[in-house]
Every structure is written in structure tokens, then in C-alpha cells.
Nanobody
């Protein structure tokens, strides 16, 4: 069992930055691929970016390539999402998720989820 708790969301103006954090419970965090997803009202949940447990390799969803950066600190059981150049269309609930598998983009491939944190970007 892995418990995930996101933090760092909020209201920011367009062009601004935010850093989200996701703290995980358990002693096997380093064995999990971690993903950040987001879901806007009326839209499907989509991958923002993931980071593999095996080599730290990252993979992006189609909508945010180069705009956001994921990192992980296995000593702190935490994964981060640094968001820059935020746009109103980035407004969504952001979730972190964990899976044992590598390079997964489909939300159904993830086994554990946080409760989500709201990010709102004003124009």
C-alpha cells in the first residue's frame, strides 16, 4: 500500500510558476514509477509527465512537453512537478500516481493515487 499526498497547488497568474510536491508513504518509493496527471472539468485525466524508477528517465504527455519538469528525491519519498510559463489552459486538478511498471501513460496503469491539488491559472 502506498499513500500519496499532493501539495503546492493554488492560484497563479498566467506566465507564473508553481512547484507541486507529492509525498509518499512506505519504504519502497524508489521502486515505483511516478506520474503526474491532470484533469480539467469535462475532460479526461491526462498524463503530464512521468519518471521511471529504474533510471530516472522521464516521459511527457503531448500537451506540456518542455514546459514542466518532474524530479524525485528518493531519500525524501517525494516527487516534484515544477511548472513554468503557466497558461489558463493548465488549470486543472493535478494528481500524482504510482505504478511498478515503466513508461506508462494510461491512468488505468497506475495503482495508487493522491487526492489531487487544484491549480488555477488566471489570465
Amino acid at each position: 500500500q502506498v499513500l500519496l499526498v499532493e501539495s503546492g497547488g493554488g492560484l497563479v497568474q498566467a506566465g507564473g510558476s508553481l512547484r507541486l510536491a507529492c509525498a509518499a508513504s512506505g519504504r519502497t518509493f524508489s521502486s515505483y514509477t511516478m506520474g503526474w496527471f491532470r484533469q480539467a472539468p469535462g475532460k479526461e485525466r491526462e498524463l503530464v509527465v512521468g519518471i521511471n524508477w529504474s533510471d530516472g528517465g522521464t516521459y511527457y504527455g503531448d500537451s506540456v512537453k518542455g514546459q514542466f519538469t518532474i524530479s524525485r528525491d528518493n531519500a525524501k519519498n517525494t516527487v516534484y512537478l515544477q511548472m513554468t510559463g503557466l497558461k489558463p489552459e493548465d488549470t486543472a486538478v493535478y494528481y500524482c500516481a504510482a505504478t511498478r511498471r515503466l513508461g506508462r501513460r494510461n491512468p488505468s496503469d497506475y495503482d495508487y493515487w493522491g487526492q489531487g491539488t487544484q491549480v488555477t491559472v488566471s489570465s
